[in-house]
Every structure is written in structure tokens, then in C-alpha cells.
């Protein structure tokens, strides 16, 4: 009796939390999310279709990254793409895709959502794996002709991907958890 | 020297505020019959229709000389404010692709992912939703990052101006995501703005169910472009970053995607050569902003010393102040009411004896947590994290009443 009466309860309030109380806006259809929805997930959920490889990166390379990023991805203007494995425990750590980024589909991602700086949106899905690719091949990551699309991109294991721990503040004072002590 | 009512007058006139030439000419006629005394009564100047500041007072934010002005900060003059607000105009300022030029009537904020009801906000709707007003700092995890490398910000706006403190007016997330149907096996929620890198945060349900809001109002108006026209997430007591600006989706998901500026930018290196991800709260940081580095006191006497304390993790509960460089510590007045995650502003009475003295601030928020020195934080973490910097600040004041950084 009791457990029917709480089943019929839960079920009230379950419905209750499932419809929409002031029913504003309006739903939502697919061309409005395919609109603005480009995330990609660490497991490459998102990643659209194209495909492009070190090699054929190099032209579109010169001609947009290469002014802010340098000839050969080491920085110029902007930062340093491309070097620092192995110093990030050094005094003079340098954070790069190759020596701090954990996942390779944060790079496409961000090409794709902001680069080139001053006209994102202006290269094609295939231009942006290449450019991802070949920035990839600099820092010794994948070779010349290996083609990144949606399939291997996220399959690609950065250097550093286990270089990232949880927060464990507060690591000060009175409040410091233990494991946060050293 | 006192400046006659003619020359205030004419002070004013060459900042361009009087640009009536009757008025002008009203004025100068009685001033040449009786230039050092006070004339009778003048009509001001006429009303307007969005308010100015007196030109006599200055105080900007800091725009650096920046190579792409589009990307960069400016900071708050925290030792020109007053009380525990910053004028909208003040509020630092920190983007990554510019202020993107948005149209209110074509803004919306679309809800998806995992959600039984994707829905579309437009701006108009969310207004018509129950509404909250809250007052809560925003503050750049990279705020006081410098002192990581090189202790000694030279004044209080290079050294603590990228955080600010509003009152901000808009919906909870939690009421927007149950009105889409909130599925029960999610876990995080992309925010993504409509600047031109159309900057996103993966930020944790959790946190945002409990006191995020979704805003449209700063300090009573619109939020202003800057800021994150015509919306923004406000997330209390989060760096900076994750209250994203320009918002125009919230997408449900189940794990975070390592936005670039969560993994690349936004986290903390230690000595080992790990790095610390999604350190979100703003930990409690104080600062006296009065007297501070660059100002000059004015003569021995009576000052009374000013200043701002926050925390991400709760309310400010103590604000203790040394004026012996740390040797002893008393409990500064605190100005109610003290908020959760907003700037507190403290004071204390000081009669300052002429010689120098070196004055410090340390703030313990509401958990116990107590502001740390330099070295605590250099033993905890190394100096190469360049975030989230908390270090007790102190300024030297030199017999002759100038105020250095320590």
C-alpha cells in the first residue's frame, strides 16, 4: 500500500519535473542546433566529416597559419605550435600542441571554431584536418601522410595526455588537504 | 591656492561642458564685476539624458599597448572605487576575439544536448522568466599572474585590476535547464559564446544547478558590450573565464571536451611538470587599496586604511591588517553586508607616525581558508603556474609618504 502510494508519488513528481512550468521559448529544431553546434568531445563525438594529411597542410599552412605561427610552426607573432616535450618540469617550460595539449580534437576544434584569427570560418573541413595534421607531424606526433579525419583523429594518443591532475585545493593554510600537503 | 568661482567656471568651459555661449557670456559678465567672491546662485548645467561623470575625475581602466587589440585585458582602478561595486564602465575587460556587435532582437540562447525539450530563448522570453539580482565579483584567474615570476605589481590596478564586482539580474540556469527537460544522467554543460573564436567552457552541472545564473542586467542596465552584451553566465566565485559572455548555447553533456582554454590556457603547471585542470574557484585574495603603491600620503595624521577582500568559496569572514610588515595582525571593520563570493570592503582607523612602515592585508573567508603568503603559495605549487595567484600583498611607505610595492 505504502510503496504504491510513494511509486504513485514519485511517478507525480517525476511528471511534474518533466514539463515545462512557463512555457516559453519555443523547441528547438535540427537546423537551429546544426547551426552552432561544432563541439568535439575527447572521443572525437562531433568531429565532422573531411579528411587532410601533413603534406597536403603545408600550402594552406604557409598561406594562413604561417604569418602569426612562424614558417614552421615554432611561433612568431603568436604562439609556439610546435616543441617544449620534455621541458614542461624545467624552469623554462614551453607549452605548446606538442608538448602540453592532451587531446589532438581540442586542436581541431579550435582551428575550426577561431582560425584563422581575423576570418574564422574560412577554411574548408579538409583544409582544417591538414592544417591540424601537419601540425601534428611537426611535433613528431603522426607522419607525413597519415590522414587525420573523424575516424583517427581522436585515436591520436598527445604526448602529454596523462600530464593533467584534478584540483586539489586548497593546498594552503589551516583548511590544506592532506593530500594536497607536501 | 582657492580658484575663483570665474576660473572653475572657465575649467569647466575648456573641457567643453557649457558649450552654451548665453550662459557664458551671463557668467563672465558677473565675474568681471566681482571676481574673487562668491556670485549668487547660477543655473548648472541642463539635464541629460544618460549621465556623465564630473570631468574632474579620471580614473580609466588600463588599456595596454596591445599588438591586436581585440585580444587582451584592461583593469579595474580598484584604489579609485569605493564600497564593494564596480561602476559598469570600470569592469575589467578581458577578451579573446573582440566585442562581437549583437542585435538583441536576433540574439537567442539555445539549450540542447542532454535534454528531453531542446529549447530557444529569445532575449525577450528569458526577461519574462522569474529573475534574480545578485551581487558577485568576476575576477581573471590570471589576475596578479605576474607575481608568480616577479613579486612587487607597482599599484593596485596593474596588480589586482583584473576583477570587479556587479550586481547582476537574470534567470538560473537550474530553472532553464528543467524547463528543457534536464535528463538525469548528465553531468556537464558547454557554454559557448558568439564572439569571433566563439569561446566555450565545459563547465560541471553540479555547480551550475546550484547558483549559476544566466544574466542580462549589470548594475541595474543592460550589461554592457564589454561585458557580454546581451548575455553572459555568470558563475560565482568561477575564474573569470567560465563566465561566458556573448552567451548563446548550453549544450548538456556527460563529460568535458577540453576546450582549448581549459586545457591548453587556464591551467596550472606544476614543479613536477603536471599540470592542475579545471581549478575553478577563485580562492580568498585581499588587497589594500588605500594607501597603495604609486599614491602619496599626504602627511603623518590620521589615515584610514582601505581595501577589498573576496573569495570564491563563500562569504569574507576576517580581514586582518598588519602595519608592522607582519609581525602582528589586527581584525579590520568589515562593511556589511558581507555576500558570498563579492568583493567585502575593509577599513581600519591608522594614525601613521611619519616613519616608514610596511602595511599587508590577509583575508579568511567563511571555510576557514586563509590568505597564504608568496612562499606558502611558492612551496604548494612552484612559481611557473602562472594562475590563480593569492599571495598576502604588502606596500612600503616611505617617510616621505610615498607607497611603494613590496
Not at chain 1, 624545467?90 to 602540453?100: I, Q
Not at chain 2, 613536477?272 to 581549478?279: E, L, V
Amino acid at each position: 500500500m505504502c510503496r504504491t502510494l510513494l511509486c504513485a508519488l514519485l511517478l507525480t513528481a517525476i511528471a511534474a519535473a518533466q514539463s515545462p512550468k512557463y512555457k516559453l521559448g519555443r523547441p528547438a529544431t535540427p537546423a537551429d542546433t546544426s547551426a552552432v553546434d561544432s563541439f568535439v568531445s575527447p572521443g572525437g563525438k562531433g568531429l565532422p566529416p573531411g579528411r587532410g594529411s601533413a603534406s597536403e597542410g603545408r600550402a594552406i599552412y604557409e598561406r594562413r597559419c604561417a604569418r602569426c605561427h612562424g614558417p614552421d610552426g615554432k611561433g612568431k607573432e603568436e604562439a609556439a605550435l610546435v616543441g617544449g616535450q620534455g621541458t614542461l618540469a624545467t624552469p623554462k617550460p614551453l607549452k605548446t600542441v606538442g608538448s602540453y595539449w592532451p587531446y589532438a580534437t581540442t586542436l581541431f576544434d579550435y582551428i575550426h571554431r577561431a582560425m584563422p584569427f581575423d576570418n574564422p570560418g574560412l577554411l574548408t573541413r579538409d583544409q582544417e584536418y591538414a592544417v591540424a595534421a601537419l601540425i601534428l607531424h611537426w611535433n613528431g606526433i603522426i607522419g607525413e601522410h597519415d590522414v587525420m579525419d573523424a575516424a583517427t583523429l581522436a585515436k591520436v594518443k598527445m604526448p602529454n595526455r596523462d600530464g593533467f591532475t584534478a584540483d586539489p585545493r586548497p593546498d594552503t593554510g589551516p583548511t590544506a588537504r592532506k593530500e594536497a600537503r607536501k | 591656492m582657492r580658484s575663483t568661482w570665474k576660473q572653475r567656471l572657465a575649467a569647466i568651459d575648456r573641457r567643453g561642458f557649457l558649450a552654451t555661449a548665453g550662459l557664458s557670456a551671463a557668467c563672465s559678465q558677473k565675474g568681471e564685476q566681482a571676481a574673487d567672491e562668491e556670485p549668487p546662485s547660477q543655473l548648472g548645467a541642463q539635464v541629460s539624458a544618460y549621465g556623465e561623470r564630473s570631468p574632474y575625475e579620471t580614473a580609466k581602466r588600463l588599456v595596454p599597448d596591445l599588438k591586436r587589440p581585440q585580444i587582451g585585458s584592461t583593469t579595474t582602478p580598484l584604489a579609485d572605487t569605493e564600497g564593494i561595486l564596480t561602476p559598469s564602465s570600470l569592469h575589467f575587460e578581458r577578451h579573446h576575439a573582440g566585442v562581437p556587435p549583437i542585435d538583441p532582437a536576433r540574439h537567442t540562447l539555445l539549450i540542447h544536448g542532454m535534454v528531453d525539450r531542446p529549447t530557444v530563448f529569445t532575449l525577450d522570453e528569458l526577461k519574462r522568466l522569474p529573475s534574480v539580482s545578485r551581487i558577485h565579483f568576476i575576477e581573471c584567474s590570471g589576475n596578479s599572474g605576474r607575481e608568480w615570476k616577479a613579486p612587487g605589481a607597482g599599484d593596485v590596478q596593474r596588480g589586482f585590476g583584473l576583477a570587479s564586482c556587479s550586481e547582476w539580474t537574470g534567470v538560473p540556469v537550474s530553472l532553464l535547464l528543467e524547463e528543457a527537460g534536464l535528463r538525469r544522467d548528465a553531468k556537464w554543460v558547454l557554454a559557448e559564446g558568439a564572439d569571433a573564436c566563439k569561446l566555450f567552457r565545459s563547465l560541471p552541472l553540479d555547480k551550475l544547478l546550484r547558483d549559476a545564473l544566466v544574466v542580462y542586467a549589470q548594475n541595474g542596465e543592460a550589461i554592457r558590450p564589454s561585458q557580454g552584451y546581451p548575455l553572459r553566465l555568470l558563475v560565482p566565485g568561477f575564474e573569470g573565464n567560465t563566465n561566458v559572455k556573448w552567451l548563446r548555447q548550453l549544450k548538456v553533456v556527460d563529460e568535458p571536451y577540453m576546450a582549448k582554454d581549459e586545457t591548453s590556457k587556464y591551467t596550472d603547471l606544476m614543479p613536477d611538470g603536471k599540470a592542475r585542470i579545471f581549478t575553478f574557484v577563485m580562492d580568498a585574495k585581499s588587497v589594500i587599496t588605500h594607501p597603495s603603491g604609486g599614491r602619496k600620503l599626504s602627511g603623518p595624521g590620521f589615515h584610514e586604511i582601505r581595501g577589498l577582500a573576496w573569495s570564491g568559496r563563500g562569504r569574507i569572514e576576517t580581514v586582518e591588517v598588519s602595519t608592522d610588515g607582519g609581525k602582528r595582525w589586527k581584525a579590520s571593520m568589515l562593511q556589511e553586508p558581507r555576500l558570498p563570493m563579492a568583493f567585502t570592503r575593509f577599513r581600519m582607523a591608522w594614525e601613521w607616525d611619519g616613519q616608514p612602515v610596511e602595511l599587508m592585508s590577509r583575508a579568511i573567508d567563511e571555510t576557514g581558508y586563509a590568505q597564504p603568503s608568496r612562499e606558502d603559495l611558492a612551496a604548494a605549487r612552484g612559481l611557473q603556474s602562472s594562475y590563480h595567484y593569492t599571495g598576502i600583498k604588502a606596500w612600503r611607505i616611505t617617510a616621505s609618504g610615498e607607497v611603494h610595492s613590496v
